[in-house]
T-cell receptor
Framework: DVKVTQSSRYLVKRTGEKVFLECVQD?????MFWYRQDPGLGLRLIYF???????EKGDIPEGYSVSREKKERFSLILESASTNQTSMYLC????????????????FGPGTRLLVL | GQNIDQPTEMTATEGAIVQINCTYQ??????LFWYQQHAGEAPTFLSY????GLEEKGRFSSFLSRSKGYSYLLLKELQMKDSASYLC????????????FGRGTSLIVHP
């Protein structure tokens, strides 16, 4: 079974703090993703990566950055947390980039619920 | 990009059948996913459709009509544990191959 883990289930930070959210997958997947999920807005893509050291902006990258130094690990960084970044953050991975098949199925981590005060 | 629409909330009775619809508009369709997400948990994969027709998997089936930009998820013999959000996600032929998610349908199953 694919396993995607996230470093924290719950996190409370103060405005202006630098926040690191870590994600690790154990299935040698090429692609990794960071989403945030908010009531009424669904899942929105922040950043994704299709290879080590590669990153691409998603739909809402402002206020975030990412790092992928190793294939299994994808980190989301909030340089200076703000209250509007209070959200559920979900990491996901998938096997192949550009595969036109069910192999593009994404496997999600359990999520990190971040509260910024 | 895509415009994906699904009902916000549905309720159904244990043992019944429920159909959750998803309509989409995309410049070049390349697959549709359904995910289930229980409250406080990660979304988990249910089904994938890329060709027209019905895909059946136990109590769950998913249908696709590409010409109509329409899919549905059919849940039979509903159980209380089926209470969850159901997410429709559509992939297009754009460069990234990444699906765009709808806002999800919250299904409440009552006795």
């Amino acid at each position: 079974d694919v396993k995607v883990t996230q470093s924290s289930r719950y996190l409370v930070k103060r405005t202006g703090e630098k926040v690191f959210l870590e994600c690790v997958q154990d299935m040698d997947h090429e692609n990794m993703f960071w989403y945030r999920q908010d009531p009424g807005l669904g899942l929105r893509l922040i950043y994704f990566s299709y290879d080590v050291k590669m990153k691409e902006k998603g739909d809402i990258p402002e206020g975030y950055s990412v790092s992928r130094e190793k294939k299994e690990r994808f980190s989301l960084i909030l340089e200076s947390a703000s209250t509007n970044q209070t959200s559920m953050y979900l990491c996901a991975s998938s096997l192949e980039q550009g595969a036109e098949s069910v192999q593009e199925t994404q496997y999600f981590g359990p999520g990190t619920r971040l509260l910024v005060l | 990009g895509q415009n994906i629409d699904q009902p916000t909330e549905m309720t159904a009775t244990e043992g019944a059948i429920v159909q959750i619809n998803c309509t989409y508009q995309t410049s070049g369709f390349n697959g549709l996913f359904w995910y289930q997400q229980h409250a406080g948990e990660a979304p988990t994969f249910l089904s994938y459709n890329v060709l027209d027709g019905l895909e059946e998997k136990g109590r769950f089936s998913s249908f696709l009509s590409r010409s109509k930009g329409y899919s549905y998820l059919l849940l039979k013999e509903l159980q209380m544990k089926d209470s969850a959000s159901y997410l429709c996600a559509v992939r297009d032929l754009g460069g990234s191959y990444i699906p765009t998610f709808g806002r999800g349908t919250s299904l409440i199953v009552h006795p």
